[in-house]
């Protein structure tokens, strides 16, 4: 009988691969620039903002006498201070936006138009990477909201008043108005015992849980008062600087110019233009 030997020979597979070289760096697609530039509105806005800036400024300086060196110099800090912050503004387009600071501001519109950054702006974007930078435009900072907080609380009339009780009675008159700023840390106090303690996420929160919707209103009304009344009483400290007697085109026009500044940015960006303005005006005070 004959036997059969089976051999178990070794597989050997060969792979051939060929690495193809690098393309050369392609040129920059000016369509597609120029198609980012239209798709991102945010910036096709600011040039009428910009243009009509730069009319009011020459119409302040064909009507108005500025006076002397500073007082012309006091009004083209208000006039560029105004006319960076609205520029820079962030446009929101819902209630999401304006509300909650999100969206998509000028840089990150610039660095879309640049770079092709993802906005995260479009509906059905659901990448991660979307989602990150939609995810570090929402939050807010310690270091945005202290001082938003802080110039918050500290107006430009309790300063005026601050440095003219100084002015008369030294370093101590300074001291003894400025000592509400104190209220600041307590409020700060029950402000953190009504998040941790209550779990309340705000003030009015915990007003409508404990009196009812009709407290709620009469305290919306009680701060419509009082913001309105301190709105008016610091443009009128605002147009003072600009001007000694009351009633002059001079003082009507800071009033005005340093009412219709901040109602723009709040407006166009609302929640995120506010927290960036509070930060700049924080950083100019101190």
């Known amino acids: 009988r004959r036997r059969t030997r089976t051999v178990h020979l070794p597989r050997i597979n060969l792979r051939l691969t060929s690495r193809a070289p690098n393309p050369p760096a392609a040129a920059p697609d000016m369509s597609t620039f120029v198609e980012r530039i239209m798709e991102a509105k945010e910036l096709v806005w600011r040039v009428p903002l910009g243009v009509a800036f730069l009319v009011a400024l020459i119409i302040m300086h064909a009507v108005l006498d500025l006076g002397d060196d500073t007082q012309t110099t006091g009004w083209l800090v208000m006039v560029w201070y105004g006319a960076i912050l609205i520029v820079t503004a962030q446009i929101s387009t819902t209630a999401r936006e304006f509300f909650r600071g999100e969206g998509v501001g000028v840089f990150a519109a610039i660095d879309y138009v640049i770079r092709g950054t993802p906005r995260g702006d479009k509906a059905g974007s659901d990448s991660p990477e979307t989602k990150d930078i939609l995810k570090q435009r929402a939050d807010v900072g310690f270091w945005t909201l202290m001082p938003s907080a802080m110039i918050t609380w500290i107006f430009a009339k309790s300063i ?4 003219i009780w100084g002015a008369r009675y ?21 402000g953190f ?31 419509f008062y009082r913001l ?30 340093s009412a219709i500044i901040p109602a723009a940015y709040v407006i166009m960006g609302g929640m995120r233009s506010s927290l960036v303005s509070d930060v700049l005006q924080a950083g100019l005070g101190l």
Do not use: C, H
């Open 193 to 223: 015992l009504l998040r941790t303690r209550s779990g309340y996420t705000s003030l009015p929160t915990a007003i409508e849980k404990v009196y009812g919707p009709v407290a709620l209103f009469g305290f919306g009304l009680m701060l």
């Open 160 to 163: 005026n008043n601050a440095a």
């Open 228 to 257: 309105w009344n301190e709105i008016w009483s610091n443009t009128a400290v605002v147009a003072s600087f600009y001007s000694e007697d009351v009633w002059t085109p001079q003082w009507w026009a800071a009033a005005w110019l």
């Open 170 to 190: 030294g370093v101590m008159g300074g001291v003894a108005y400025s000592g509400f700023y104190l209220s600041f840390f307590s409020a700060a106090l029950v």
